[in-house]
C-alpha cells in the first residue's frame, strides 16, 4: 500500500518552503517534474507498471487511491504538504480542491519515455 506522511513546512510573509524528499530517498529517482493545477484540475488518472512514484502534495487537495478494488479518499488541508508513496500497480488521481493554483511535486524511480510511457491510464476521478 502506500505510504503517507506529513511534511514540515517553514513560512513566513514571503511565503512557504519546504524540503520534498531526504537524501536516502532521492537517491534512487530518476525523474522529477513539477506540477501546476488550476482549481478543480486533476492530475494522475493513473498506475504505473514499474515506477515507484513519490508525490509531494501542497493542498488543499483531494486524493484518491485504488489498490485492487478498494478505493480511498484522503484530504490534504490548506497549507498542509503531505508526501505520498505510490509502488507500482496502485492508481492514483489527484483535484486541486482550492479556488487558486496548487502545486505539486513528483518523483519516479523509472526514467520518464516519452515514447514508451510507464503508466496506463485508469480514470479515478473524471473530469
Known amino acids: 500500500m502506500i505510504k503517507k506522511e506529513t511534511i514540515n513546512c517553514f513560512s513566513d510573509e514571503r511565503g512557504f518552503v519546504f524540503e520534498p524528499l531526504e537524501g536516502k530517498l532521492l537517491a534512487n529517482q530518476r525523474n522529477a517534474h513539477v506540477v501546476v493545477s ?11 507498471l514499474r515506477g515507484t512514484e513519490t508525490l509531494v502534495v501542497c493542498g488543499p487537495a483531494r486524493v484518491r487511491i485504488k489498490s485492487d478494488s478498494a478505493t480511498e479518499d484522503f ?14 500497480g496502485i492508481s492514483h488521481a489527484i483535484q486541486n480542491t482550492g479556488e487558486t493554483d496548487s502545486l505539486l511535486v513528483a518523483f519516479n524511480t523509472e526514467v520518464h519515455d516519452p515514447d514508451k510511457p510507464d ?3 485508469d480514470v479515478l476521478i473524471p473530469v
Open 38 to 48: 488550476r482549481s478543480g484540475a486533476v492530475r494522475g488518472n493513473h498506475y504505473h
Open 75 to 88: 484530504f490534504v488541508p490548506t497549507n498542509m504538504t503531505c508526501r505520498l508513496i505510490i509502488p507500482p
Open 119 to 121: 503508466l496506463v491510464q
